[in-house]
């Protein structure tokens, strides 16, 4: 037995079992009402949302212009090296309001870039990793085998909407200023000295919200 449930221009279908058990005392058949969901609730996904906070940390060449990686504007942050691993371009303040008792189910990172020069050099992932509360953390995402994009931008994405970075997450911590990603560029090859370039850092968070279940009717009924 099946029911359709409406909500939100939404629908969705529960299965539903009833049970009758005649209690002898009040010789009264009840009939109860079992209502089994499939899924927490409503698969959400919220943004892109841009950081609004870029900053430099850890060792390595620091990027200049940080903040320009806020926006897809061709307007980018440079980092220069010289078979050199750069600093952690960390970015933060992406503004999200996942709403209070949503669970968090995935995390999507996209960055828009490329490597300046197309020579016997190649510039790829030295660490990828979520920042959680300020901290950089969570299980690193680099992509350590597959080259930037030479000359032109492209959007490279991390994480899915199954995918918490190695860390659990409440919506506290994702609506904190302190939430976003931090990323490390690597140069290896024969002749030193190419440019990584970011022009856009953006995150999309996926969410779950459990649905309410409310007793509608119940009935009961009397045998002689």
Request: with cysteine; aromatic share 12%; glycine share 8%.
């Amino acid at each position: 037995m099946s029911v359709t449930f409406t909500h939100l221009n939404t629908i969705h279908k529960f299965h539903m079992k009833t049970i009758y058990k005649r209690y002898p005392i009040c010789n009264t058949l009840i009939s109860l009402l079992i209502i089994y969901l499939p899924f927490n609730g409503y698969g959400i996904t919220v943004g892109p949302n841009n950081g609004t906070i870029f900053t430099n940390t850890g060792a390595g060449v620091p990027w200049t212009s940080p903040a320009n990686a806020a926006t897809s504007n061709d307007v980018r942050s440079t980092v220069s090296l010289a078979l050199q691993t750069s600093q952690y371009l960390v970015a933060t303040g992406f503004g999200f309001s996942i709403p209070a008792g949503a669970v968090i189910d995935g995390i999507v990172v996209e960055f828009e870039r490329h490597k300046a020069f197309l020579m016997n050099t190649t510039i790829v992932d030295y660490s990828v990793r979520i920042v959680k509360g300020g901290v950089i953390a969570g299980t690193d995402k680099a992509n350590c085998c597959t080259g930037w994009s030479p000359f032109t931008d492209t959007y490279d994405t991390y994480g899915s909407c199954t995918d918490l970075w190695g860390t659990t997450w409440t919506p506290a911590d994702i609506n904190s200023s302190n939430f976003g990603v931090a990323i490390a560029a690597e140069e290896f090859g024969t002749f030193p000295g190419n440019d990584a370039r970011i022009d856009h850092i953006r995150i999309s968070v996926c969410y779950s919200v459990i649905l309410p279940v409310s007793l509608l009717k119940f009935t009961a009924l009397q045998f002689d």
